[in-house]
């Protein structure tokens, strides 16, 4: 599948059991430390990987809706994690979004990366990767406390946490990695 979202593309592969080893045990994503991502500090067999979907955007929040969507038609269409797309769902809209708007400032001139894998035993892996200079995801107030609770931002964060199984930021709050199992 390819479509075109901004005036970027959109790759989606999927891999069955009979797939090629070695297109499996990669993962192919641009980055700034090299050509390939591998799936790091995850118990992802690259064997078992049954979908793959790399994704790459312009930093504009109207092309998050269609990237969303065609994610996760892949996904459902994979039945990797059964019952859990809708959480799955709002939470790579959500990561999407504070990468598009406060990543990359909707800087349409810069690109927004998604990586997807699934594991039928393990589950489902979301990375998405923003330019930006990154953050301390410690330093964001709760959102269900005080103050806080009135403000019309601070959610984003809050709602993956409470929507995915495991959460962690990478490379100074620059990449998101999200597992539901």
Do not use: W
């Not at 297109?23 to 994503?29: C, Q, T, V």
């Not at 990797?80 to 400032?105: M, P, R, S, T, Y």
């Not at 709760?142 to 009135?150: A, I, P, Q």
């Not at 959610?155 to 930021?169: A, H, S």
């Amino acid at each position: 599948m390819i479509a075109d979202v901004g005036s970027l593309p959109l790759e989606s592969r999927g891999r069955t059991p009979g797939a090629r080893k070695d297109e499996r045990a990669k993962l192919k994503m641009p980055s700034g430390d090299s050509a390939e991502e591998h799936l790091p500090e995850y118990d992802f067999d690259p064997d078992k990987l049954n979908l793959r979907v790399r994704v790459a955007l312009a930093a504009d929040r109207k092309a998050v809706d269609q990237v969303v969507e065609q994610v996760m038609e892949s996904v459902r269409d994979m039945k990797c994690v059964n019952g859990k797309e809708d959480a799955i769902e709002l939470a790579l809209q959500e990561a999407l979004a504070n990468a598009v708007v406060h990543g990359a400032k909707e800087d349409p001139s810069k690109v927004i990366e998604c990586l997807v894998a699934c594991d039928e035993q393990r589950g489902i892996l979301i990375i998405v990767r923003d330019p930006g200079p990154g953050f301390d995801p410690g330093a964001i107030p709760s959102c269900t406390v005080g103050e806080n609770l009135y403000s019309n931002h601070g959610r984003g964060i809050f709602l993956i946490n409470q929507l995915m199984d495991e959460v962690k930021f990478r490379k100074n709050g620059t990449e998101i990695h999200m597992v539901k199992h």
